[in-house]
């Protein structure tokens, strides 16, 4: 095949996995666990398949192309076409999602085949994959997009699928109902978030008469400078959809109680789809950030505060996954901050970099809950045990020695320990932050060393120490169609830094055909070695503090006591979710019973019950009439003719 004819293949990346879900739903049932998950995955395997001949192509003549196989929408000036992009930008995205979403589906094979038989229902099985493939189609979509509107498509979604898959088992959890009241909170606060993007599509096609991504962004100069306004509102609206699917201040809440999914799903979420589409988002939409300079420092401080705010968050968890999930949020900080000062490739070498390490964190993660599961068999088999809870843990580094190096892979890659793949992209946005943001580089710094800290603590809590409970020395390590994707994972966790190395460049040479040409990353020694100590020192410290802390199962963290009111605040949360709870969710609720009572029960109820009463005794009376004797109408006929000849007399 001609590399021009390959272009073509665009649209496979959206059908291969819409594909591998009809047919799963069609005879995945019928023909067993394997089967199902041989489908799904090899769906998404070659979706990555797929990627690469694209990026191939592209290698050899990168200009952009566009597929664009049917007209979609006409309606008066409004022409959209379900166009795919194939441009270095995409192709990133596209080669990211699949190759880490195929690895967290090739996981799932083994994960999913425990997790429904300890849930109880092993039916869901072939479910999950038909999810999980539709979740990768919408990702696909959405990176493939040319235009606006396609995008938004691709958008939804992937909310739909985070709500379908965070309340998998939607009668789990606290009081029965735990689980689907996360995937509620998921949704809504997506929405929320989603009404903003709508409106920045609205006003896009309202100033720029089009939503297709080449000519909005020819006019983005010309619009800035007649209507500056209107894209300040524009760039801002969409920085609040940037904020619901990246996890952002002030709409990050929903994204710590994702974990009530399967492992596997919070994987996907926060690894490789959902979470990195607000920063795919801005970096698609540099020309219009870079022409509102207010927009680009309002997305730098929401990506550095919430960076800040989740990690002193994630220092004062205890479930496993939690831990992993406020760290998601951080990390999401980072890059959105990077893309806010316009260091457009900082941010997207970050998101590739994070997609392999997180992913690997959580599989990890996964297998660890997995192996204590199986370990409760020995005795902490009671309903209240936790086996999410690290508390629980300890001494696992003998009992699931693949899991352990795997992880502390990933921990110190997200640590920032050189020379592993986090090392080399957050050095990039601390760089980027160095030489012109000093007060954002200061909050950066300090949240890479608390990101050291925070995952040193849970080296030691998880891996070292004796076994603080019977489900922990009972624990056995994971099959190895787990363990292979987490050995690929952190080769990836490990090598992920050649992406973009100082002095080679090669992403942003790469994007730098998409999104004009950058200025180039600075290797600034004095900011890589500060970042390197900070790590060092964090893990330092956390292993000093955390490996002289009572060994007794659910013992209070050591920083506890001396931290006081500071820690109770990280431990809960910084009340986040209270304080919206009373500014937002009890007056709305206390003015749905108003309406619901007074109004609706009061009012609506009773005009609609009187109207039905009236209409009941009318039929009664009518009914009368229908009596079965002919006589009563003859009688009736003549009554009524004598009125129509009254009538015509006297007018």
Request: overall charge neutral; hydrophobic content about 55%.
């Amino acid at each position: 095949m001609e590399s021009g004819q390959i272009f073509n293949l665009v649209p496979w990346v959206v059908f291969l996995p819409v594909i591998g879900l009809v047919v799963n739903l069609l005879l995945g049932r019928r023909l067993g666990e394997v089967f199902s998950g041989v489908v799904a995955s090899l769906a998404s395997g070659l979706t990555f398949v797929v990627a690469v001949l694209l990026a191939a192509a592209l290698a050899s003549a990168p200009n952009a192309r566009v597929v664009s196989p049917w007209e979609w929408i006409s309606i008066g000036e409004l022409t959209v076409r379900w166009a795919f992009r194939v441009d270095t930008l995409s192709v990133v995205m596209m080669l990211a999602v699949s190759l880490v979403g195929t690895l967290i589906h090739i996981y799932s094979i083994g994960y999913m085949h425990s997790d429904v038989r300890h849930n109880g229902d092993p039916g869901r099985y072939t479910r999950f994959f038909v999810f999980m493939n539709l979740f990768i189609a919408s990702m696909m979509l959405l990176v493939s997009a040319d235009n606006f509107l396609m995008m938004f498509v691709g958008w939804e979604g992937v909310g739909l699928c985070s709500y379908l898959l965070i309340g998998f088992w939607y009668e789990k959890g606290k009081n029965g109902i735990g689980n689907a009241e996360a995937a509620k909170k998921a949704f809504i606060t997506n929405r929320i978030g989603d009404f903003g993007l709508l409106i920045a599509l609205f006003l896009i096609f309202g100033y720029f008469g089009t939503l297709q991504f080449d000519e909005v962004f020819r006019q983005a100069a010309s619009v800035a400078a007649a209507h500056p306004g209107a894209m300040l509102l524009i760039t801002l609206a969409m920085l609040l959809g940037v904020s619901g699917k990246s996890a952002q201040i002030p709409l990050f809440v929903w994204l710590p109680d994702a974990m009530a999914g399967p492992t596997p799903v919070s994987a996907l979420i926060h690894a490789a789809t959902m979470v990195t589409a607000g920063v795919y988002l801005v970096a698609r939409s540099t020309a219009f950030y870079s022409v509102v300079p207010v927009a680009q420092t309002v997305v730098m401080w929401v990506g550095a505060l919430t960076a800040l705010l989740a990690a002193t968050i994630a220092l004062g968890q205890y479930d496993i996954k939690k831990v992993l999930a406020y760290s998601t949020i951080s990390q999401l900080g980072f890059m959105v901050a990077a893309v806010g000062m316009g260091a457009m490739v900082a941010g997207m070498f970050h998101l590739v970099t994070h997609a392999f390490f997180k992913g690997l964190l959580f599989l990890s993660a996964g297998s660890v809950i997995q192996g204590m599961e199986r370990g409760m068999h020995g005795g902490d088999d009671s309903a209240e045990f936790d086996p999410q809870d690290m508390r629980n843990m300890g001494g696992l580094r003998k009992k699931m020695p693949l899991t352990f190096w795997v992880y502390l892979i990933g921990g110190l890659a997200l640590s920032g320990i050189a020379p592993l793949a986090g090392f080399f992209s957050k050095d990039e946005i601390l760089g980027a932050a160095y030489t012109g943001h000093n007060a954002v580089f200061v909050l950066l710094v300090l949240t890479a060393f608390l990101t050291a800290f925070y995952m040193g603590r849970q080296l030691v809590m998880v891996f070292f120490g004796k076994p603080l409970s019977a489900a922990a020395e009972h624990a056995s390590e994971s099959p190895r169609v787990m363990t292979i994707p987490l050995v690929i994972l952190a080769l990836l966790s490990l090598l992920g830094g050649a992406l973009n190395l100082p002095g080679v460049h090669t992403l942003e040479h790469w994007l730098a055909h998409t999104l004009g040409e950058v200025k180039p990353a600075e290797f600034i020694w004095l900011v890589a070695g500060l970042s390197f100590l900070l790590a060092l020192l964090g893990l330092g410290l956390a292993w000093l503090i955390y490996t002289r802390r009572e060994q007794k199962s659910g013992a209070d963290d050591p920083l506890k006591k001396p931290l006081g009111a500071l820690y109770t605040g990280m431990e809960r949360k910084w009340w986040v979710d209270e304080f919206y709870q009373a500014l937002i969710l009890n007056p709305y609720k206390a003015f749905a019973q108003f309406i619901a009572e007074p109004v609706d029960l009061g009012i609506i109820d009773r005009v609609g019950g009187g109207l039905a009463a009236g209409m009941r005794a009318l039929a009664e009376g009518l009914r009368q009439l229908e009596n079965g004797y002919v006589r009563s109408y003859a009688l009736w006929m003549v009554v009524g003719l004598l009125a129509i000849m009254m009538f015509l007399f006297l007018r």
